[in-house]
């Protein structure tokens, strides 16, 4: 994939949404360049990863290409207790979740720090199968009841691309109500 599929992926779920951004897992940042060319100057992104030198390398990419965005880079485990001021207009978690058995527990975690009709994108391989090195996929189809069980709003899928690891990839978009949201 290159940055006008990931950019392709996760547009139908970014348009109309706010400006500060949240990533889980970010990597080196192929979707967080893709948020940056989405949202445009004056957004604000926080990057979460465990690999400093990832997130250093983001930095620099984000810093090249998206000068007008502010991006800010957390060395953390998204499974755990972030430390990150809430009120996000939108989560992202792309090829992420993938790495944790619960991903609903993080979900849960996690949606305080959302504004109430905040925007979540899951980006996942589109299986139920996983291999060592994407122990903990979900497809689209267990991503909506997963999704639905959690109040997540208007679950729908907004973007598939071929895969030569597990088939395909999608990108999922769902609305966080205000029952769900920490916030008010």
């Given at each position: 994939?290159?940055?006008?599929?990931?950019?392709?992926?996760i547009?139908?779920?970014?348009?109309?949404?706010?400006?500060?951004w949240?990533?889980?897992?970010?990597?080196?940042?192929?979707?967080?360049?893709?948020l940056?060319?989405?949202?445009?100057?004056?957004a604000?992104?926080?990057?979460?990863d465990?690999?400093?030198?990832?997130?250093?390398?983001?930095?620099?990419?984000?810093?090249?290409?998206f000068?007008?965005?502010?991006?800010?880079?957390?060395?953390?485990?998204?499974?755990?207790?972030?430390?990150?001021?809430?009120?996000?207009?939108?989560?992202?978690?792309?090829?992420?979740?993938?790495?944790?058995?619960?991903?609903?527990?993080?979900?849960?975690?996690?949606?305080?720090?959302?504004?109430?009709?905040a925007?979540?994108?899951?980006?996942?391989y589109?299986?139920?199968?996983?291999?060592?090195?994407?122990?903990f996929?979900?497809?689209?189809?267990?991503?909506?009841?997963?999704?639905?069980?959690?109040?997540?709003?208007?679950?729908?899928?907004?973007?598939?691309?071929?895969?030569?690891?597990?088939?395909?990839?999608?990108?999922?978009?769902?609305?966080?109500?205000?029952a769900?949201?920490?916030?008010?």
């Open positions: 994939m290159d940055h006008a599929d990931h950019v392709g992926l547009r139908g779920g970014v348009a109309g949404s706010g400006r500060r949240l990533e889980l897992g970010a990597g080196r940042g192929a979707f967080i360049l893709a940056g060319d989405l949202l445009g100057p004056g604000e992104i926080v990057a979460v465990r690999n400093a030198g990832d997130l250093a390398t983001l930095n620099s990419n984000m810093n090249r290409q000068p007008a965005a502010t991006l800010t880079t957390v060395v953390a485990d998204f499974s755990r207790a972030l430390p990150v001021e809430p009120g996000f207009d939108g989560l992202l978690a792309a090829n992420a979740l993938h790495f944790v058995r619960d991903p609903a527990a993080v979900i849960v975690a996690v949606s305080p720090l959302l504004r109430p009709g925007r979540m994108i899951v980006v996942e589109d299986s139920d199968s996983g291999n060592p090195w994407v122990p996929p979900f497809s689209f189809r267990t991503w909506q009841a997963t999704a639905a069980g959690l109040g997540l709003l208007d679950t729908r899928l907004i973007g598939r691309v071929p895969s030569r690891f597990l088939g395909a990839i999608y990108a999922a978009a769902s609305e966080v109500p205000a769900v949201s920490g916030r008010d």
